[in-house]
Protein backbone atom coordinates (compact mmCIF):
# COMPACT_ATOMS: atom_id res chain seq x y z
CA UNK A 1 0.00 0.00 0.00
CA UNK A 2 1.25 3.28 -0.91
CA UNK A 3 0.91 6.54 1.52
CA UNK A 4 -0.42 8.80 -1.15
CA UNK A 5 -4.12 9.89 -0.50
CA UNK A 6 -6.98 8.84 -3.27
CA UNK A 7 -9.45 11.30 -4.45
CA UNK A 8 -12.26 9.69 -6.50
CA UNK A 9 -14.41 12.52 -8.90
CA UNK A 10 -17.43 10.54 -10.08
CA UNK A 11 -19.00 11.87 -13.29
CA UNK A 12 -22.78 11.96 -12.86
CA UNK A 13 -24.28 14.95 -14.63
CA UNK A 14 -25.70 13.23 -17.46
CA UNK A 15 -29.94 13.22 -17.91
CA UNK A 16 -29.61 9.82 -19.17
CA UNK A 17 -32.40 10.52 -21.53
CA UNK A 18 -32.43 6.99 -23.11
CA UNK A 19 -33.70 5.60 -19.59
CA UNK A 20 -37.32 7.49 -19.89
CA UNK A 21 -37.13 8.60 -16.72
CA UNK A 22 -37.96 11.54 -13.96
CA UNK A 23 -35.01 9.81 -12.07
CA UNK A 24 -31.40 10.99 -12.61
CA UNK A 25 -29.98 8.05 -14.16
CA UNK A 26 -27.61 7.54 -11.26
CA UNK A 27 -30.46 7.13 -9.40
CA UNK A 28 -31.62 3.70 -10.76
CA UNK A 29 -31.23 0.93 -8.14
CA UNK A 30 -29.05 -2.42 -8.66
CA UNK A 31 -29.52 -4.14 -5.66
CA UNK A 32 -31.56 -2.41 -3.60
CA UNK A 33 -29.77 0.83 -3.49
CA UNK A 34 -28.79 3.71 -6.20
CA UNK A 35 -26.06 2.45 -8.62
CA UNK A 36 -23.96 6.02 -7.46
CA UNK A 37 -23.98 3.86 -3.91
CA UNK A 38 -22.03 1.44 -4.97
CA UNK A 39 -19.68 3.53 -6.17
CA UNK A 40 -19.04 5.07 -3.30
CA UNK A 41 -19.22 1.89 -1.56
CA UNK A 42 -16.05 0.94 -3.94
CA UNK A 43 -14.31 4.35 -3.58
CA UNK A 44 -14.85 3.63 0.67
CA UNK A 45 -13.44 0.48 0.02
CA UNK A 46 -10.24 1.88 -1.27
CA UNK A 47 -10.14 4.08 1.36
CA UNK A 48 -10.20 7.28 -0.64
CA UNK A 49 -10.10 10.52 1.31
CA UNK A 50 -11.91 12.34 -0.59
CA UNK A 51 -15.01 11.87 -3.33
CA UNK A 52 -16.60 14.50 -5.69
CA UNK A 53 -19.30 14.03 -7.44
CA UNK A 54 -20.11 15.98 -10.35
CA UNK A 55 -23.70 16.19 -10.42
CA UNK A 56 -26.28 18.65 -12.77
CA UNK A 57 -28.37 21.47 -12.20
CA UNK A 58 -31.94 19.75 -9.84
CA UNK A 59 -30.28 16.88 -8.62
CA UNK A 60 -30.39 17.44 -4.66
CA UNK A 61 -31.43 13.63 -4.79
CA UNK A 62 -28.23 12.60 -5.86
CA UNK A 63 -26.30 14.93 -3.12
CA UNK A 64 -28.05 13.31 -0.69
CA UNK A 65 -27.65 9.88 -1.64
CA UNK A 66 -23.88 10.47 -1.95
CA UNK A 67 -23.35 12.38 1.65
CA UNK A 68 -20.88 12.89 3.71
CA UNK A 69 -19.22 12.58 0.42
CA UNK A 70 -19.06 16.16 -1.41
CA UNK A 71 -20.76 16.96 -5.14
CA UNK A 72 -20.28 19.44 -7.08
CA UNK A 73 -22.30 21.12 -9.91
CA UNK A 74 -22.03 21.12 -13.32
CA UNK A 75 -24.36 23.78 -15.02
CA UNK A 76 -23.54 23.00 -18.66
CA UNK A 77 -22.54 19.99 -20.20
CA UNK A 78 -19.74 20.82 -22.29
CA UNK A 79 -18.16 17.57 -21.80
CA UNK A 80 -15.84 14.87 -19.81
CA UNK A 81 -12.68 17.42 -19.42
CA UNK A 82 -15.24 19.80 -18.47
CA UNK A 83 -16.98 17.64 -16.26
CA UNK A 84 -14.05 16.83 -14.15
CA UNK A 85 -12.85 20.56 -14.04
CA UNK A 86 -16.26 21.59 -12.40
CA UNK A 87 -14.99 19.60 -9.64
CA UNK A 88 -11.79 21.98 -8.62
CA UNK A 89 -13.97 24.50 -6.30
CA UNK A 90 -14.62 21.49 -4.27
CA UNK A 91 -11.74 19.57 -4.28
CA UNK A 92 -9.43 22.15 -4.60
CA UNK A 93 -5.61 21.62 -5.11
CA UNK A 94 -5.00 17.75 -3.96
CA UNK A 95 -1.55 17.15 -4.54
CA UNK A 96 -2.34 12.76 -4.22
CA UNK A 97 -3.88 10.76 -7.14
CA UNK A 98 -7.49 11.52 -8.64
CA UNK A 99 -9.38 8.54 -9.85
CA UNK A 100 -12.46 9.36 -12.36
CA UNK A 101 -14.99 7.33 -12.70
CA UNK A 102 -18.35 7.30 -14.13
CA UNK A 103 -21.36 7.20 -12.21
CA UNK A 104 -23.50 5.24 -14.64
CA UNK A 105 -20.29 2.57 -15.30
CA UNK A 106 -21.14 1.16 -11.46
CA UNK A 107 -19.72 -2.37 -11.32
CA UNK A 108 -16.29 -1.29 -11.42
CA UNK A 109 -14.37 -3.04 -8.55
CA UNK A 110 -11.83 -2.42 -6.22
CA UNK A 111 -9.49 -4.67 -7.07
CA UNK A 112 -9.83 -3.30 -10.59
CA UNK A 113 -8.45 0.49 -8.77
CA UNK A 114 -6.10 -0.62 -6.72
CA UNK A 115 -4.30 -1.87 -10.18
CA UNK A 116 -4.45 1.32 -11.74
CA UNK A 117 -2.92 2.61 -8.35
CA UNK A 118 -0.19 0.50 -8.26
CA UNK A 119 0.40 1.58 -12.45
CA UNK A 120 0.38 4.77 -11.21
CA UNK A 121 3.50 4.10 -9.02
CA UNK A 122 5.24 2.21 -11.02
CA UNK A 123 9.15 3.12 -11.89
CA UNK A 124 8.08 5.05 -15.19
CA UNK A 125 5.68 7.28 -13.10
CA UNK A 126 3.07 7.83 -15.12
CA UNK A 127 0.75 11.35 -14.76
CA UNK A 128 -2.63 9.37 -15.98
CA UNK A 129 -3.05 5.25 -15.88
CA UNK A 130 -6.26 4.92 -18.35
CA UNK A 131 -8.32 1.70 -17.79
CA UNK A 132 -9.08 0.07 -21.31
CA UNK A 133 -10.62 -3.45 -22.36
CA UNK A 134 -10.93 -5.30 -25.62
CA UNK A 135 -15.14 -5.55 -26.10
CA UNK A 136 -16.33 -7.28 -28.16
CA UNK A 137 -17.89 -4.55 -30.30
CA UNK A 138 -15.16 -1.64 -30.03
CA UNK A 139 -18.66 0.19 -31.54
CA UNK A 140 -17.32 4.15 -30.74
CA UNK A 141 -15.50 3.82 -27.72
CA UNK A 142 -12.59 6.10 -27.55
CA UNK A 143 -9.59 3.90 -29.03
CA UNK A 144 -6.33 3.88 -27.35
CA UNK A 145 -2.89 4.25 -29.08
CA UNK A 146 -0.21 2.61 -27.70
CA UNK A 147 3.46 2.18 -28.45
CA UNK A 148 5.53 -1.22 -28.71
CA UNK A 149 6.47 -0.77 -24.87
CA UNK A 150 3.24 -0.90 -23.89
CA UNK A 151 3.03 3.09 -22.93
CA UNK A 152 0.09 4.99 -23.88
CA UNK A 153 0.44 7.64 -26.75
CA UNK A 154 -2.95 9.08 -26.97
CA UNK A 155 -6.46 8.67 -26.95
CA UNK A 156 -8.58 9.43 -30.12
CA UNK A 157 -12.39 9.57 -29.97
CA UNK A 158 -14.04 7.55 -32.30
CA UNK A 159 -16.16 10.37 -34.66
CA UNK A 160 -12.31 12.04 -34.96
CA UNK A 161 -10.37 8.97 -35.57
CA UNK A 162 -8.93 7.70 -38.50
CA UNK A 163 -9.64 4.26 -40.66
CA UNK A 164 -7.13 2.96 -38.92
CA UNK A 165 -7.08 4.18 -35.49
CA UNK A 166 -10.85 2.81 -36.05
CA UNK A 167 -9.14 -0.53 -36.61
CA UNK A 168 -7.44 -0.50 -32.70
CA UNK A 169 -9.18 -3.10 -30.59
CA UNK A 170 -8.01 -1.45 -27.23
CA UNK A 171 -10.82 1.24 -26.28
CA UNK A 172 -11.07 3.44 -23.16
CA UNK A 173 -13.44 2.42 -20.29
CA UNK A 174 -13.47 6.11 -18.99
CA UNK A 175 -11.56 5.54 -15.86
CA UNK A 176 -8.31 7.25 -15.03
CA UNK A 177 -5.84 7.56 -12.33
CA UNK A 178 -4.26 10.62 -12.50
CA UNK A 179 -1.80 12.82 -10.92
CA UNK A 180 -3.39 14.64 -8.61
CA UNK A 181 -0.16 17.71 -8.83
CA UNK A 182 -0.34 17.97 -12.57
CA UNK A 183 -3.93 17.37 -12.91
CA UNK A 184 -5.36 21.04 -12.78
CA UNK A 185 -2.39 21.69 -15.19
CA UNK A 186 -3.45 19.70 -18.24
CA UNK A 187 -7.32 19.77 -17.57
CA UNK A 188 -6.73 24.01 -18.26
CA UNK A 189 -5.51 23.31 -21.91
CA UNK A 190 -7.92 20.86 -22.67
CA UNK A 191 -9.47 22.61 -26.00
CA UNK A 192 -12.93 22.14 -27.65
CA UNK A 193 -11.54 21.50 -31.44
CA UNK A 194 -12.91 18.60 -32.03
CA UNK A 195 -15.46 16.81 -33.82
CA UNK A 196 -18.16 16.81 -31.07
CA UNK A 197 -17.60 20.37 -30.17
CA UNK A 198 -16.70 19.08 -26.65
CA UNK A 199 -13.94 19.32 -24.13
CA UNK A 200 -12.39 15.71 -24.30
CA UNK A 201 -10.59 15.01 -20.58
CA UNK A 202 -9.12 12.16 -22.94
CA UNK A 203 -6.86 14.77 -24.55
CA UNK A 204 -4.87 15.23 -21.28
CA UNK A 205 -2.72 12.20 -22.23
CA UNK A 206 -1.60 13.78 -25.25
CA UNK A 207 -0.85 16.92 -23.54
CA UNK A 208 0.78 15.16 -20.68
CA UNK A 209 3.17 13.52 -23.39
CA UNK A 210 3.80 16.78 -24.76
CA UNK A 211 4.93 17.92 -21.22
CA UNK A 212 7.26 14.93 -21.15
CA UNK A 213 5.52 12.84 -18.94
CA UNK A 214 4.35 9.17 -19.85
CA UNK A 215 1.09 7.59 -19.84
CA UNK A 216 0.26 4.00 -19.09
CA UNK A 217 -3.00 1.62 -19.11
CA UNK A 218 -4.03 -1.40 -17.76
CA UNK A 219 -6.55 -3.78 -19.35
CA UNK A 220 -9.62 -4.32 -17.68
CA UNK A 221 -13.13 -6.63 -17.93
CA UNK A 222 -16.06 -5.58 -19.98
CA UNK A 223 -18.33 -7.14 -17.97
CA UNK A 224 -17.05 -4.60 -14.78
CA UNK A 225 -17.38 -2.19 -17.50
CA UNK A 226 -20.83 -2.27 -18.88
CA UNK A 227 -22.16 1.59 -19.15
CA UNK A 228 -25.32 2.11 -18.06
CA UNK A 229 -27.96 3.92 -20.66
CA UNK A 230 -31.16 1.78 -21.06
CA UNK A 231 -33.33 0.26 -18.60
CA UNK A 232 -32.09 -3.09 -20.84
CA UNK A 233 -28.76 -2.56 -19.90
CA UNK A 234 -29.80 -1.60 -15.99
CA UNK A 235 -30.92 -5.09 -16.08
CA UNK A 236 -27.91 -6.74 -17.59
CA UNK A 237 -26.36 -4.84 -14.53
CA UNK A 238 -28.80 -6.42 -11.72
CA UNK A 239 -27.89 -9.54 -13.28
CA UNK A 240 -23.87 -9.03 -12.85
CA UNK A 241 -24.29 -7.73 -9.42
CA UNK A 242 -26.96 -10.45 -8.34
CA UNK A 243 -24.28 -12.95 -9.63
CA UNK A 244 -21.86 -11.64 -7.67
CA UNK A 245 -24.05 -11.96 -4.34
CA UNK A 246 -24.74 -15.50 -5.01
CA UNK A 247 -21.31 -16.10 -5.88
CA UNK A 248 -20.49 -14.52 -2.18
CA UNK A 249 -23.50 -16.19 -0.49
CA UNK A 250 -22.06 -19.57 -1.82
CA UNK A 251 -18.99 -18.79 -0.80
CA UNK A 252 -19.96 -17.47 2.58
CA UNK A 253 -21.06 -20.91 3.26
CA UNK A 254 -25.01 -20.27 2.49
CA UNK A 255 -26.41 -22.94 0.12
CA UNK A 256 -28.88 -22.05 -2.57
CA UNK A 257 -30.30 -24.56 -4.68
CA UNK A 258 -30.78 -23.04 -7.71
CA UNK A 259 -29.10 -19.44 -7.57
CA UNK A 260 -30.21 -17.70 -10.37
CA UNK A 261 -33.83 -17.33 -8.79
CA UNK A 262 -32.66 -16.12 -5.13
CA UNK A 263 -32.74 -12.10 -5.59
CA UNK A 264 -30.44 -10.77 -2.95
CA UNK A 265 -30.46 -7.17 -1.29
CA UNK A 266 -27.02 -5.40 -1.46
CA UNK A 267 -26.96 -5.86 2.35
CA UNK A 268 -28.56 -9.33 2.84
CA UNK A 269 -26.64 -11.27 5.73
CA UNK A 270 -26.85 -14.85 6.12
CA UNK A 271 -25.46 -17.47 8.29
CA UNK A 272 -23.06 -20.17 7.01
CA UNK A 273 -25.26 -23.53 6.62
CA UNK A 274 -28.45 -21.56 5.72
CA UNK A 275 -30.34 -23.04 2.87
CA UNK A 276 -32.57 -21.22 0.80
CA UNK A 277 -34.86 -22.64 -1.87
CA UNK A 278 -35.72 -21.37 -5.09
CA UNK A 279 -37.81 -18.09 -5.64
CA UNK A 280 -36.65 -16.20 -3.10
CA UNK A 281 -36.45 -12.33 -2.90
CA UNK A 282 -34.85 -10.35 -0.36
CA UNK A 283 -35.45 -6.44 0.36
CA UNK A 284 -32.93 -4.18 2.39
CA UNK A 285 -32.06 -4.89 6.02
CA UNK A 286 -32.31 -8.49 6.01
CA UNK A 287 -30.37 -10.48 8.72
CA UNK A 288 -30.86 -14.41 8.68
CA UNK A 289 -28.84 -16.45 11.08
CA UNK A 290 -26.92 -19.99 10.47
CA UNK A 291 -28.71 -23.11 9.53
CA UNK A 292 -31.91 -21.49 8.95
CA UNK A 293 -34.10 -23.19 5.75
CA UNK A 294 -35.55 -20.06 3.91
CA UNK A 295 -38.34 -22.48 1.64
CA UNK A 296 -39.33 -21.42 -1.90
CA UNK A 297 -41.02 -18.05 -2.99
CA UNK A 298 -41.04 -16.11 -0.07
CA UNK A 299 -40.38 -12.70 0.57
CA UNK A 300 -38.16 -11.20 3.33
CA UNK A 301 -37.59 -7.55 3.85
CA UNK A 302 -36.27 -5.87 7.01
CA UNK A 303 -36.58 -9.04 9.03
CA UNK A 304 -34.27 -10.79 11.27
CA UNK A 305 -34.22 -14.61 11.33
CA UNK A 306 -32.70 -16.64 14.08
CA UNK A 307 -30.37 -19.71 13.90
CA UNK A 308 -32.34 -22.71 13.17
CA UNK A 309 -35.58 -20.93 12.16
CA UNK A 310 -37.76 -22.54 9.55
CA UNK A 311 -39.50 -19.70 6.86
CA UNK A 312 -42.16 -20.74 3.80
CA UNK A 313 -42.75 -22.34 0.97
CA UNK A 314 -44.70 -18.57 0.49
CA UNK A 315 -44.12 -16.44 3.83
CA UNK A 316 -43.63 -12.79 4.04
CA UNK A 317 -41.64 -10.91 5.95
CA UNK A 318 -41.91 -7.69 6.37
CA UNK A 319 -40.16 -4.75 8.38
CA UNK A 320 -39.79 -5.20 11.96
CA UNK A 321 -40.44 -8.99 11.78
CA UNK A 322 -37.84 -10.76 14.41
CA UNK A 323 -38.34 -14.52 13.83
CA UNK A 324 -36.67 -16.26 17.20
CA UNK A 325 -34.20 -19.16 16.92
CA UNK A 326 -35.95 -22.33 15.94
CA UNK A 327 -39.23 -21.12 15.31
CA UNK A 328 -41.56 -22.17 12.17
CA UNK A 329 -43.06 -19.86 9.66
CA UNK A 330 -45.68 -21.74 7.67
CA UNK A 331 -46.86 -20.89 4.16
CA UNK A 332 -49.19 -17.82 3.25
CA UNK A 333 -47.85 -16.35 6.68
CA UNK A 334 -47.68 -12.47 6.31
CA UNK A 335 -45.29 -11.53 9.78
CA UNK A 336 -44.61 -7.45 10.21
CA UNK A 337 -43.66 -5.65 12.77
CA UNK A 338 -43.68 -8.74 15.50
CA UNK A 339 -41.17 -10.93 17.68
CA UNK A 340 -42.17 -14.63 17.18
CA UNK A 341 -39.73 -15.48 20.15
CA UNK A 342 -38.16 -19.27 19.90
CA UNK A 343 -39.86 -22.07 19.08
CA UNK A 344 -43.02 -20.69 18.30
CA UNK A 345 -44.78 -21.86 15.85
CA UNK A 346 -46.89 -19.69 13.22
CA UNK A 347 -47.59 -22.78 10.55
CA UNK A 348 -50.33 -22.24 7.92
CA UNK A 349 -52.34 -18.65 6.61
CA UNK A 350 -52.10 -16.21 9.51
CA UNK A 351 -51.38 -12.69 10.12
CA UNK A 352 -49.06 -11.29 12.74
CA UNK A 353 -48.83 -7.71 13.15
CA UNK A 354 -47.50 -5.55 15.54
CA UNK A 355 -47.42 -8.19 17.85
CA UNK A 356 -45.69 -10.58 20.03
CA UNK A 357 -45.74 -14.76 19.52
CA UNK A 358 -43.85 -15.66 22.94
CA UNK A 359 -41.50 -19.11 23.09
CA UNK A 360 -42.91 -22.17 22.18
CA UNK A 361 -46.55 -20.48 21.18
CA UNK A 362 -48.64 -22.37 18.67
CA UNK A 363 -50.88 -20.06 16.21
CA UNK A 364 -53.32 -22.18 14.85
CA UNK A 365 -53.76 -21.69 10.83
CA UNK A 366 -56.60 -18.46 9.93
CA UNK A 367 -55.45 -16.50 12.78
CA UNK A 368 -55.35 -12.79 12.17
CA UNK A 369 -54.33 -10.21 14.72
CA UNK A 370 -56.43 -7.34 14.11
CA UNK A 371 -53.87 -4.51 14.49
CA UNK A 372 -55.37 -1.52 12.66
CA UNK A 373 -58.80 0.21 13.50
CA UNK A 374 -58.70 2.28 10.16
CA UNK A 375 -57.12 5.04 12.27
CA UNK A 376 -54.05 3.83 14.70
CA UNK A 377 -52.02 0.64 14.90
CA UNK A 378 -52.84 -1.38 18.34
CA UNK A 379 -50.25 -4.33 19.80
CA UNK A 380 -51.34 -8.01 20.38
CA UNK A 381 -48.89 -10.07 23.23
CA UNK A 382 -49.27 -13.09 23.22
CA UNK A 383 -47.62 -15.32 26.36
CA UNK A 384 -45.09 -18.02 26.01
CA UNK A 385 -46.71 -21.59 25.34
CA UNK A 386 -50.15 -20.25 24.60
CA UNK A 387 -52.22 -22.25 22.36
CA UNK A 388 -54.03 -19.89 19.60
CA UNK A 389 -57.08 -22.45 17.93
CA UNK A 390 -57.64 -21.95 13.97
CA UNK A 391 -59.47 -18.79 12.47
CA UNK A 392 -58.78 -16.82 15.85
CA UNK A 393 -59.49 -13.29 15.19
CA UNK A 394 -57.16 -11.64 17.80
CA UNK A 395 -58.52 -8.05 18.26
CA UNK A 396 -55.78 -5.29 19.64
CA UNK A 397 -54.49 -4.14 21.79
CA UNK A 398 -55.17 -7.42 23.68
CA UNK A 399 -52.96 -9.89 25.43
CA UNK A 400 -53.16 -13.31 25.90
CA UNK A 401 -51.52 -15.03 28.92
CA UNK A 402 -48.62 -17.32 29.00
CA UNK A 403 -50.16 -21.21 28.68
CA UNK A 404 -53.59 -19.46 27.55
CA UNK A 405 -55.89 -21.39 25.33
CA UNK A 406 -58.01 -19.89 22.81
CA UNK A 407 -60.49 -21.91 21.10
CA UNK A 408 -60.82 -22.36 17.56
CA UNK A 409 -63.10 -19.42 15.58
CA UNK A 410 -63.00 -17.01 18.91
CA UNK A 411 -63.03 -13.39 18.06
CA UNK A 412 -60.44 -12.49 21.62
CA UNK A 413 -61.38 -8.80 22.59
CA UNK A 414 -60.72 -8.96 25.88
CA UNK A 415 -57.16 -9.95 28.01
CA UNK A 416 -57.19 -13.50 28.38
CA UNK A 417 -55.32 -14.49 31.86
CA UNK A 418 -52.41 -17.11 31.99
CA UNK A 419 -53.51 -20.76 31.32
CA UNK A 420 -56.80 -19.80 31.35
CA UNK A 421 -59.41 -21.07 28.08
CA UNK A 422 -61.31 -18.50 26.07
CA UNK A 423 -63.52 -19.45 23.66
CA UNK A 424 -65.87 -16.76 22.29
CA UNK A 425 -68.02 -18.52 19.46
CA UNK A 426 -71.81 -19.92 20.09
CA UNK A 427 -72.69 -23.12 22.03
CA UNK A 428 -73.15 -26.30 19.57
CA UNK A 429 -76.61 -27.69 19.44
CA UNK A 430 -77.06 -30.94 17.55
CA UNK A 431 -80.97 -31.80 16.89
CA UNK A 432 -80.88 -35.66 16.25
CA UNK A 433 -82.45 -36.69 12.98
CA UNK A 434 -82.89 -33.56 11.42
CA UNK A 435 -80.49 -34.17 8.83
CA UNK A 436 -81.99 -37.47 7.53
CA UNK A 437 -85.76 -35.96 7.66
CA UNK A 438 -84.33 -33.01 5.93
CA UNK A 439 -82.67 -34.71 3.11
CA UNK A 440 -86.28 -37.24 2.55
CA UNK A 441 -88.68 -33.98 2.85
CA UNK A 442 -85.99 -32.06 -0.24
CA UNK A 443 -86.06 -35.21 -2.36
CA UNK A 444 -89.74 -35.37 -2.50
CA UNK A 445 -90.43 -31.60 -3.55
CA UNK A 446 -87.85 -32.64 -6.31
CA UNK A 447 -89.49 -35.34 -7.29
CA UNK A 448 -92.89 -33.83 -7.34
CA UNK A 449 -91.86 -30.87 -9.79
CA UNK A 450 -90.19 -33.20 -12.35
CA UNK A 451 -93.18 -34.91 -12.69
CA UNK A 452 -95.01 -31.59 -13.23
CA UNK A 453 -92.53 -30.41 -15.57
CA UNK A 454 -93.22 -34.39 -17.84
CA UNK A 455 -97.05 -33.49 -17.94
CA UNK A 456 -96.73 -29.96 -19.61
C1 LIG B 1 -16.41 8.85 -23.13
C2 LIG B 1 -14.94 8.93 -23.56
C3 LIG B 1 -14.63 7.76 -24.50
C4 LIG B 1 -14.91 6.45 -23.80
C5 LIG B 1 -16.35 6.43 -23.30
C6 LIG B 1 -16.56 5.22 -22.43
C7 LIG B 1 -14.36 11.27 -23.57
C8 LIG B 1 -14.15 12.47 -24.43
N1 LIG B 1 -14.74 10.18 -24.22
O1 LIG B 1 -17.18 9.05 -24.28
O2 LIG B 1 -13.27 7.80 -24.86
O3 LIG B 1 -14.67 5.37 -24.68
O4 LIG B 1 -16.66 7.58 -22.51
O5 LIG B 1 -17.90 5.10 -22.09
O6 LIG B 1 -14.16 11.31 -22.39
N2 LIG B 1 -20.53 13.61 -18.26
C9 LIG B 1 -20.78 14.70 -17.44
N3 LIG B 1 -20.73 15.95 -17.97
C10 LIG B 1 -20.45 16.17 -19.27
C11 LIG B 1 -20.20 15.07 -20.11
C12 LIG B 1 -20.24 13.79 -19.57
O7 LIG B 1 -21.03 14.52 -16.23
O8 LIG B 1 -20.41 17.33 -19.67
C13 LIG B 1 -20.59 12.27 -17.69
C14 LIG B 1 -21.75 11.47 -18.22
O9 LIG B 1 -22.87 11.57 -17.34
C15 LIG B 1 -21.20 10.05 -18.23
C16 LIG B 1 -19.71 10.25 -18.47
O10 LIG B 1 -19.43 11.56 -18.10
O11 LIG B 1 -21.36 9.40 -17.00
C17 LIG B 1 -19.30 9.96 -19.90
O12 LIG B 1 -19.94 10.84 -20.76
P1 LIG B 1 -20.42 10.41 -22.22
O13 LIG B 1 -21.08 11.56 -22.86
O14 LIG B 1 -21.18 9.14 -22.15
O15 LIG B 1 -19.03 10.14 -22.94
P2 LIG B 1 -18.78 9.32 -24.28
O16 LIG B 1 -19.04 10.22 -25.44
O17 LIG B 1 -19.49 8.05 -24.22
MG1 LIG C 1 -21.11 7.23 -23.09
Known amino acids: MSETQTAAIILAAGL ?6 TLPKVMHPLAGRPMISHLIDTVDQIGAARAVCVIGEEMEGVAKAVAPRETAVQVERLGTGHAVAAARPVLGDFAGDVLVLYGDTPLITADTLEAMLAMRHSAANPAVVVLGFRPDDPG ?17 EYKDATDDQRAIDLVNSGVMAIDGSVLWSLIDRVGN ?21 TCAFVE ?27 RYMMDSGVTLIDPATVHF ?9 TVIQPNVVFGPGVTIGEGVTIKAFSHIEGAAVAANAQVGPYARLRPQAMIGEGAKIGNFVEIKKATVERGAKVSHLTYIGDARVGAEANIGA ?21 FIGSNTALVAPVKVGDGA ?38 AAEKARLAALKNKS
Open 16 to 21: GTRMKS
Open 140 to 156: AYGRLVTDAQGGLLEIV
Open 193 to 213: DNAKGEYYLTDIIAIARADGR
Open 220 to 246: GDEQELLGINSRAELADAEWIVQERLR
Open 265 to 273: CHDTQVGRD
Open 366 to 386: GTITCNYDGFLKSHTDIGAGA
Open 405 to 442: IVGAGSVVTKDVPADTLAVTRAKQVGIEGWAKAFRERR
